[in-house]
Antibody, heavy 120, light 108 residues
Framework: QVQLVESGGGVVQPGRSLRLSCAAS????????MHWVRQAPGKGLEWLAI????????YYADSVKGRFTVSRDNSKNTLNLLMNSLRLEDTAVYYC?????????????WGQGTLVTVSS | EIVLTQSPATLSLSPGERATLSCRAS??????LAWYQQKPGQAPRLLIY???NRASGIPARFSGSGSGTDFTLTISSLEPEDFAVYYC??????????FGQGTRLEIK
């Protein structure tokens, strides 16, 4: 069955960096675009980034553009999110999510999420 | 950027009742509208995509309708496990990908 497992969350100081990973299994990872979505405590869903099935194209929300970088390693079935210059408002649960296909945008499978807390 | 506004913010109903949740777009999103369910402490789950297509494993009591700017998620007869937060999402003119602010469906 499809599984997405995030890791790498934790407590980090403002201005520092953190790298999240998402291990995918149960499907042909290289056939699907992938997303990162976050949810601040008690808030709604915020889409962050998408990467194409081959890693050749990526797009970002304005709130993270220039600070966050999404990447993937199809040989290892892994999705990554490098977060630089972290801010207090980046505190959230971060989910990786599978695209329903390639650029179909809807997310048919989600990981359980990993909590990132930005605090001094 | 097309904004999605969900109403009501909170809906209080009893098991067995019919639930009607609304999502309004600031401009047309054609039929590119999806619905997600999120229970406390869990990841969201895709219910409906492209207005009315149920995702894999979603019960038939969930249905979607609408086009253009006005969309509805209907749960025909509420089960105890349906009480959750529901989000709409559109996939027109991305990035960014936009979610509505959510409707909380609570037990009356």
């Amino acid at each position: 069955q499809v599984q997405l497992v995030e890791s790498g969350g934790g407590v980090v100081q403002p201005g520092r960096s953190l790298r999240l990973s998402c291990a995918a299994s149960g499907f042909t990872f290289s056939n699907f675009s992938m997303h990162w979505v976050r949810q601040a405590p008690g808030k709604g869903l915020e889409w962050l980034a998408i990467i194409s099935y081959d890693g050749g194209h990526d797009y970002y929300a304005d709130s993270v553009k220039g600070r966050f970088t999404v990447s993937r390693d199809n040989s290892k079935n892994t999705l990554n999110l490098l977060m630089n210059s972290l801010r207090l408002e980046d505190t959230a649960v971060y989910y990786c999510a599978r695209d329903r296909g390639h650029w179909l945008i809807n997310n048919d499978y989600w990981g359980q999420g990993t909590l990132v807390t930005v605090s001094s | 950027e097309i904004v999605l506004t969900q109403s009501p913010a909170t809906l209080s109903l009893s098991p067995g009742e019919r639930a009607t949740l609304s999502c309004r777009a600031s401009q047309s999103v054609a039929t590119y509208l999806a619905w997600y369910q999120q229970k406390p402490g869990q990841a969201p789950r895709l219910l409906i995509y492209d207005v009315s297509n149920r995702a894999s494993g979603i019960p038939a009591r969930f249905s979607g309708s609408g086009s253009g700017t006005d969309f509805t998620l209907t749960i025909s007869s509420l089960e105890p496990e349906d009480f959750a937060v529901y989000y709409c999402q559109h996939r027109l003119n991305w990035p960014p990908v936009i979610f509505g602010q959510g409707t909380r469906l609570e037990i009356k």
